[in-house]
């Protein structure tokens, strides 16, 4: 399934879901969640900040829980 976060009316080209790049340049990831069913839900932008590395899981203790 592709996501179109932008759309064209009128040969315009306008955004769905404004996302902005860190502006400190630090590195990130842009995740789509879908439920049980494969319906789109949203999405999960995690910034790194000043760490290494980050974690993602189920669990109250990762940096993103999904």
């Given amino acids: 399934?592709?996501?179109?976060?932008?759309?064209?009316?009128?040969?315009?080209?306008?955004?769905?879901?404004?996302?902005s790049k860190p502006e400190d340049g630090?590195?990130?990831?842009?995740?789509?969640?879908?439920?049980?069913?494969?319906?789109?839900?949203g999405v999960y932008i995690l910034r790194l900040g000043g760490k290494n590395t980050f974690t993602v899981g189920r669990s109250s203790m990762n940096d993103c829980s999904v």
């Avoid at 995740?31 to 494969?38: G, K, Q, R």
């Fill in 1 to 19: 399934m592709k996501l179109h976060f932008k759309v064209t009316s009128d040969e315009k080209i306008f955004d769905i879901v404004d996302i």
């Fill in 26 to 41: 630090s590195p990130y990831l842009i995740l789509d969640a879908f439920n049980e069913n494969m319906q789109f839900i």
